[in-house]
């Protein structure tokens, strides 16, 4: 049985994935905005077989409840085995564009609510001498987009940080997983045109908690956008300006 702190667990999907964990037994402890939702979840994973289920409702855009989230959830559970960090929204290109405060929430968001959470978890790992940490982040961040570079460029934050934090804490028996999903069916996405590049949350999920029994480094989701962010990362800056992505 492990003990698994998911934060952002009501997102589609980190939801799959609490429901896959359930089915193995484990324990798990729950961090997103609504009570509601939380405890509904929290019900439904129950029934699933999960041994334990705690919630904690919180903004996690307040920085300050950051530690505290973490106190509780080892009171709660004793020893964390694993942290799956899935929170983030997906912004509106154009209205950022044309506001500094509106992109600044969104990198707070998407990007250093989540370096806050990692640097605390981090500490807290490395003292211990082992764990797994896992982030989702996107294929977004590989490269910039007139599209999306306000989510993208938080998501690349958040690669290079837990590339350099993989790095620091491999000494410590800590591993530090980044996942990049490309396109998935979510609530975030509904408004999307969806075509064969799509995945299912459930798909998803699977791979993530492949991922993290295996001890990955980084995991495209699915696969098959490792080799398109290649490509997409190999084409000249000229030629990349003319382009529609």
Known sequence: ??????????????????????????????????????????????IRGAAQVGTYCADLNDLQVHANIIDAVEMALGDVDIVLIAHGTLP???????????????????????????????????????????VISSVAGDRGRASNYIY?????????????????LHKSNVAVITIKPGFVETPMTAEFKKGLLWAKPATVASKIVKAIDQHKNEVYVPGFWRLIMYVIKAIPTNLFNKMRL
């Not at 993208?152 to 620091?168: E, N």
């Open 92 to 134: 509106n290109q154009k209205t950022c564009e044309q506001s500094v405060e509106d992109t600044l929430m969104e990198i707070k968001t998407n990007a250093i609510s989540t370096i806050s959470l990692l640097t605390i978890i981090a500490n807290r790992f490395e003292a211990k001498q082992k764990g797994t940490i896992a």
């Open 152 to 168: 993208g460029s938080s998501k690349a934050m958040v690669t290079a940080f837990t590339s350099g934090l993989r790095q620091r």
């Open 1 to 46: 049985m492990k003990n698994i702190l998911i934060i952002g667990a009501t997102s589609a999907i980190a939801e799959h994935c609490a429901r896959l964990w359930a089915a193995r037994a484990d324990a798990l402890y729950l961090v997103a905005r609504s009570e509601e939702r939380l405890q509904t979840m929290a019900r439904d994973l129950a």
